[in-house]
């Protein structure tokens, strides 16, 4: 059995000069291993046969040309192949971006054609500009305020709004509704006006991605589904009988041009929107690195994703194209077909490259219902409901987030359901923050060391000692929500309470809020007559309860190193003898 030649990994940087730094693909590429030729070679035809179809689909699912859609992979191809950290990663057109610029852009167009080009093609600027500030600034961190559920509800969310756009496309029927549920009241109005030819393509297409997706997954079905569609229009003559096709193509590529002409009132906001476009965009894309990065050994830069993603979309912008992101359907194929560079990305160019300047009478004659079952196939993959089954699994409260962001966007927009995720990945987190788990400690039976009470049956506490662990940083979100349960902790105990011992381990640090709200409970133990010591201080923590008069007030010897320390110096309380270690920094 053969072995697979190794991942290329991450460059330290240690020897690398300014240029490949800032190029880490070009760094790759000038180490190339010519074992790589062959699986990368592969990879890159085959990509470009499934990504052909599938970002003319996107081009009209954004509210473009399909053409436009193969204008704006060509900029990802090349720049991400230079200045992508992943050696595997497929950037360019995808469902997402181009639902969110169709939202963006369809109320300031008009339904004028060539004002809708200049605005997408505008928006994909200040998407870029927006990703390149964001690196500059370091915020590859942003990533991560979208939790799991999060992504799950809003990307089955999204996956609804492709299909609602797509049900006049595969019926023939224009329809003017914009929800799911108005389309198809709409459309049972006008079920007489259902074009049979049209509906019956796309249904043969979708069924044929559904049959070669389960027999043969490394197959470009989009391609194969599309050419076959083409056939049949040329064979039947279907075009001629209502089918609507791509039809002529613009000869040549797109020239480069910066968009003008636009309204400073629709420039503010196109930029609002391009900020919640590039949150979107660059989650997924990173989040797709990441993943595939995990299995191939090799690690990505997040803040060099963001730079990468802000360059492509600038040069999409540039050719008359729309936002981009991350394919993880393209690079799951380079994958299966052993990518191991973007070598395999230039070679995808140079297909796609050799199409629109010689094959452009076969794009022609595209039908585009099929490319509207592409669309749909593509959207009902984003539904994960084993996901939402895991989630439900796992937690109910994950699993009513997911449903919530899922709602949240089909009740309002896309752009509006980013920041309605955002701020539930925000929420999810502030409420964890203010109502963390807390324990009383104790002996348990049978086992060693201190534990939850509440965990173990028979577990009791020291008499007179409360060893109460918040497994929680202290900041002002959550300081009287400690208060109050740390009393709850002291009012709780069968014999009165003598010491009261916080045990510090989960308390990585604390603000100026909570070190006041530490202070004045230490008063109110006082003058309860209970004594208030802290074990397992970090460094760190000592150090700003020094700063805020904590350790002078509660005195240095009444803070240990270990739980064992402070309840020998409990037990020692009675005969006088001191069995503190106080942990102060010499």
């Given amino acids: 059995m053969s072995t697979a030649a190794p991942r290329p990994r991450q460059s330290d940087g240690g020897a690398s000069g300014p240029l490949t730094q800032l190029l880490p693909g070009l760094e790759r590429l000038l180490h190339y291993r010519a074992g790589w030729l062959r699986s990368d070679l592969l990879a890159g035809i085959t990509v470009a046969a499934y990504l052909i179809p599938q970002c003319m689909a996107y081009g009209e699912l954004a509210g473009l040309q399909p053409i436009q859609g193969l204008w704006a992979i060509l900029p990802p191809l090349l720049l991400y192949a230079l200045l992508g950290s992943s050696p595997q990663l497929s950037v360019g057109p995808e469902s997402t971006t181009a639902v969110m610029t169709a939202a963006a852009v369809e109320p300031l167009a008009g339904g004028d054609a060539a004002s809708y080009a200049l605005l997408a093609s505008a928006l994909a600027l200040l998407v870029g500009a927006a990703c390149c500030l964001g690196a500059w600034l370091r915020l590859g961190f942003l990533a991560d305020l979208l939790s799991r559920p999060i992504l799950v509800g809003y990307?089955?969310?999204?996956?609804?709004?492709?299909?609602?756009?797509?049900?006049?496309?595969?019926?023939?029927?224009?329809?003017?509704?914009?929800?799911?549920?108005?389309?198809?009241?709409?459309l049972v109005r006008h079920q007489g006006e259902i074009h049979p030819p049209t509906l019956l393509l796309a249904a043969g297409v979708l069924v044929f991605l559904v049959w070669v997706q389960r027999r043969f997954p490394q197959a470009p079905g989009p391609l194969l589904a599309v050419l076959l569609a083409s056939v049949a229009v040329g064979v039947f003559d279907l075009d001629r009988v209502g089918v609507a096709v791509i039809g002529p193509i613009p000869a040549g590529l797109p020239p480069l041009a910066i968009p003008g002409g636009i309204t400073a009132g629709n420039l503010t906001y196109l930029l609002s929107t391009a900020v919640g476009i590039a949150l979107v965009g660059y989650s997924d894309n990173v989040l797709t690195a990441r993943a595939f990065a995990a299995r191939g050994g090799y690690r990505i830069d997040a803040n060099q994703e963001l730079l990468a993603l802000g360059t492509v979309n600038l040069g999409s912008g540039l050719v008359q194209g729309f936002p981009v992101s991350s394919?993880?359907?393209?690079?799951?194929?380079?994958?299966?077909?052993?990518?191991?560079?973007?070598?395999?990305?230039?070679?995808?160019?140079?297909?796609?490259?050799?199409?629109?300047?010689?094959?452009?009478?076969?794009?022609?004659?595209?039908?585009?219902?099929?490319?509207?079952?592409?669309?749909?196939?593509?959207?009902?993959?984003?539904?994960?409901?084993?996901?939402?089954?895991?989630?439900?699994?796992?937690?109910?409260?994950?699993?009513?987030?997911?449903?919530?962001?899922?709602?949240?966007?089909?009740?309002?927009?896309?752009?509006?359901?980013?920041?309605?995720?955002?701020?539930?990945?925000?929420?999810?987190?502030?409420?964890?923050?203010?109502?963390?788990?807390?324990?009383?400690?104790?002996?348990?039976?049978?086992?060693?060391?201190?534990?939850?009470?509440?965990?173990?049956?028979?577990?009791?506490?020291?008499?007179?000692?409360?060893?109460?662990?918040?497994?929680?940083?202290?900041?002002?979100?959550?300081?009287?929500?400690?208060?109050?349960?740390?009393?709850?902790?002291?009012?709780?105990?069968?014999?009165?309470?003598?010491?009261?011992?916080?045990?510090?381990?989960?308390?990585?640090?604390?603000?100026?809020?909570?070190?006041?709200?530490?202070?004045?409970?230490?008063?109110?133990?006082?003058?309860?007559?209970?004594?208030?010591a802290m074990a397992r201080v970090k460094q760190d923590l000592y150090a700003l309860l020094e700063r805020a008069g904590i350790v002078e007030r509660l005195g240095p010897e009444r803070f240990f190193p270990t739980l064992p320390s402070a309840i020998a110096a409990f037990s020692a309380r009675s005969s006088g003898c001191s069995a503190s270690i106080s942990i102060a920094p010499p």
């Fill in 155 to 186: 990307m089955a969310g999204v996956a609804v709004i492709m299909i609602t756009g797509q049900i006049s496309r595969i019926s023939g029927v224009p329809l003017e509704a914009d929800s799911l549920a108005g389309q198809l009241l709409e």
């Fill in 327 to 532: 394919s993880g359907s393209r690079t799951a194929i380079g994958d299966s077909l052993g990518s191991r560079s973007q070598l395999f990305s230039l070679v995808a160019f140079a297909v796609v490259i050799s199409v629109l300047l010689f094959l452009r009478p076969v794009l022609a004659l595209f039908p585009k219902a099929a490319l509207g079952a592409i669309v749909i196939y593509a959207a009902l993959r984003l539904i994960d409901v084993p996901e939402f089954r895991r989630l439900r699994q796992f937690k109910r409260s994950e699993f009513h987030l997911a449903l919530i962001t899922l709602f949240g966007v089909l009740a309002t927009n896309l752009l509006i359901g980013v920041g309605l995720a955002v701020a539930l990945s925000m929420l999810d987190l502030l409420a964890r923050l203010m109502r963390p788990h807390d324990a009383v400690l104790g002996s348990a039976p049978n086992l060693a060391g201190l534990h939850d009470v509440n965990d173990w049956k028979g577990a009791t506490t020291v008499p007179g000692l409360v060893i109460y662990r918040y497994d929680a940083p202290l900041c002002f979100a959550n300081a009287e929500n400690f208060r109050r349960r740390a009393l709850e902790a002291i009012a709780a105990e069968q014999t009165p309470v003598e010491w009261f011992v916080l045990n510090a381990e989960a308390i990585a640090e604390i603000d100026i809020t909570a070190a006041d709200a530490l202070r004045d409970f230490a008063v109110e133990l006082r003058k309860r007559d209970i004594t208030f």
